[in-house]
């Protein structure tokens, strides 16, 4: 059967079968000082958002007994919206306003002492950053970082960690309601230049003086224009295509400008995500801890790349399946194609599919392979110096932990944005909802001291292959959320160690069990816990709905 009904059955069949859900046995002591030190720290972090809490408390309470009930709830709402989880929600861009001088006196107290609690408390997150990042969890503190702008959008350092730096729209200097925007320095560049440019929702980067043609329907062609008809008529060709580039990508597409836009903006926000929730990969701890450590003195270069990444898509399979045919075994039908030998991926516009899960796979190999290439290219230099043969090309996963790079493929299918929050590994997704039903249904499981150990070759070509990935999608998942992402720096870790092999010992091959300093047993427990707690979490509303 297909996975739509998978949620329903799985619920009958544990129902049946008494699954039991309850909770592993305690943690034992290995690798119980990494675990107590990651909770320590959110430990920390809970009492500074529980403290902010009460803070803001008292000033609501203070605004009630002064005649200041509306002001008053709105404290109330500010202290639960910023101690609620907020991961997925993107920060604030507009810098905030200055408190109005022209505030009757009480209520202008009320807003000072806000905003100065804020400040400290944000202060206080920052500082807890900083400690995580030494403590090697970068993931955590990038977390953090993201609480730090949600208590306070315009801490400056917090700001330059990320890459952002205020902008001043010369458009809005006369503008008493607009004090500047946080933004990249590419956009900053992108609007401030000597040919200002503006972000447009429908049609992407466009010089701010062809605003209004675009407006009135006509469209640029070789330094003339033309209308949206006849735009479209040329574009249909592929050699034609739309082009739509942003800061890390192109998107090439006869699809229409509109949905090449659409895709881009996803992109960004996925690649950009990456770079702070897996920051680990992209860059080493040292660079990390230097980025913290001189962010109150000077921002973050662009993070553009010299070359924009690129993404092909096409208005039908055929036209797709054209372009991918020498890169593809004969009678292998696929949805979308990252291309390793010239670093593009391919896509079509599928009618049968809803959602973008497909591109957001791809473009996960595409993310991580460009910038580590130089690496592997480093480590199979010094294997060939090391066994007297001639350099072959390095192949990613090739002896062992292939699973890691189609698990977070796989599970990375499950990112979604929508008005302006992000979500990523629903319990009730696809693959993972394949995990759990692989697990608890199928009983199909291999153990992951040898699952981990299977490379590119073994895993592929394994007989139960469908059954392999939907284990490394579950694996991925289980490694970013258990126990509030406890392993997700581990597994950014063997993430890196793949596709950046040590140069100077390319043979060294860590394991999962090495990194986390749990035995494979324990991760095993601990996985199938896992499963079942998100089968649980599906389980739950279905039973309160039948009951009603």
């Known amino acids: 059967m297909g996975f739509e009904g998978l949620v329903s059955r799985i619920v009958l069949l544990m129902m049946l079968t008494g699954l039991s859900t309850g909770v592993a046995p305690g943690q034992d002591r290995v690798g119980a000082t990494a675990s107590r030190r990651h909770r320590n720290f959110l430990e920390q972090r809970q009492t500074i958002?529980?403290?902010?809490?009460?803070?803001?408390?008292?000033?609501?309470?203070?605004?009630?007994?002064?005649?200041?009930?509306?002001?008053?709830?709105?404290?109330?709402?500010?202290?639960?919206?910023l101690i609620s989880d907020g991961s997925g929600t993107l920060p604030a861009r507009v810098v905030a306003l200055p408190i109005e001088l022209t505030l009757p006196e009480k209520e202008r107290q009320c807003q000072t002492e806000v905003a100065h609690l804020?400040?400290?408390?944000?202060?206080?997150?920052?500082?807890?950053?900083?400690k995580t990042l030494r403590a090697g969890l970068p993931s955590l503190g990038y977390r953090l970082t993201q609480d730090v702008l949600r208590v306070n959008p315009d801490h400056v350092n917090a700001r330059a960690i990320l890459g952002q730096q205020k902008f001043q729209d010369p458009l809005r200097n006369d503008d008493s309601t607009y004090e500047g925007e946080w933004v990249s320095p590419y956009e900053a560049a992108m609007r401030g230049g000597r040919k200002p440019h503006i972000l447009h929702e429908q049609f992407g980067w466009i010089p701010r003086a062809h605003l209004t043609r675009y407006e009135e329907g006509m469209r640029p062609w070789k330094?003339?224009?033309?209308?949206?008809?006849?735009?479209?008529?040329?574009?249909?060709?592929?050699?034609?295509?739309?082009?739509?580039?942003?800061?890390?990508?192109?998107?090439?597409t006869n699809v229409s400008l509109e949905e090449g836009v659409i895709l881009s903006r996803q992109l960004e926000t996925y690649y950009e995500w990456l770079q702070q929730n897996l920051a680990g990969f992209f860059?080493?701890?040292?660079?990390?801890?230097?980025?913290?450590?001189?962010?109150?003195?000077?921002?973050?270069?662009?993070?553009?790349?010299?070359?924009?990444?690129?993404?092909?898509?096409?208005?039908?399979?055929?036209?797709?399946?054209?372009?991918?045919?020498?890169?593809?075994?004969?009678?292998?039908?696929?949805?979308?194609?990252?291309?390793?030998?010239?670093?593009?991926?391919?896509?079509?516009?599928?009618?049968?599919?809803?959602?973008?899960?497909?591109?957001?796979?791809?473009?996960?190999?595409?993310?991580?392979?460009?910038?580590?290439?130089?690496?592997?290219?480093?480590?199979?230099?010094t294997l060939a110096r090391m066994t007297r043969k001639r350099r072959q090309e390095w192949i990613l996963g090739g002896q062992s932990s292939f699973w890691v790079i189609e698990g977070l493929a796989c599970y990375f299918e499950s990112f979604e944005v929508q008005d302006d929050v992000i979500s990523v590994g629903r319990p009730d997704h696809v693959r993972i909802v394949a995990a759990q039903y692989r697990l608890l249904r199928d009983n199909f499981y291999i153990p992951l001291e040898t699952f981990c150990r299977l490379g590119k070759d073994q895993f592929q070509q394994h007989p139960n292959?469908?059954?392999l990935y939907s284990q490394a999608s579950g694996v991925a998942h289980f490694l970013m959320h258990y126990d509030e992402g406890r392993y997700r720096d581990d597994l950014v870790q063997l993430l890196a160690s793949v596709y950046r092999p040590d140069g100077r010992n390319p043979n060294q091959l860590l394991t999962l069990s090495n990194i986390t300093g749990v035995p494979f047993q324990k991760l095993d427990q601990q996985y199938r816990e896992h499963m079942e707690n998100l089968f649980q979490q599906m389980v739950e509303p279905v039973t309160e709905s039948a009951a009603q």
């Not at 809490?53 to 709402?77: I, M, R, S, Y």
């Not at 033309?226 to 090439?252: G, M, Y």
């Open 465 to 467: 292959v469908r059954q």
């Open 223 to 252: 330094g003339s224009w033309h209308s949206r008809t006849k735009d479209e008529e040329i574009r249909r060709d592929f050699r034609n295509a739309w082009q739509v580039e942003s800061e890390h990508f192109l998107v090439k």
């Open 49 to 81: 958002l529980e403290n902010l809490k009460f803070e803001l408390g008292e000033v609501a309470d203070w605004c009630h007994e002064n005649n200041l009930p509306q002001v008053g709830d709105e404290v109330t709402q500010l202290s639960l919206d």
């Open 118 to 130: 804020r400040m400290n408390r944000a202060r206080d997150l920052y500082l807890l950053a900083r």
């Open 283 to 381: 860059d080493t701890t040292a660079a990390l801890r230097k980025r913290f450590e001189r962010a109150a003195v000077r921002g973050r270069r662009s993070s553009r790349s010299q070359t924009p990444m690129e993404v092909w898509y096409f208005a039908t399979r055929d036209e797709y399946q054209r372009q991918i045919r020498s890169k593809v075994p004969p009678g292998i039908e696929t949805n979308g194609l990252y291309w390793q030998p010239d670093r593009r991926c391919y896509f079509f516009k599928n009618l049968e599919q809803e959602g973008l899960d497909t591109l957001f796979h791809e473009a996960t190999h595409q993310i991580f392979d460009i910038p580590t290439r130089q690496a592997r290219v480093t480590a199979a230099r």
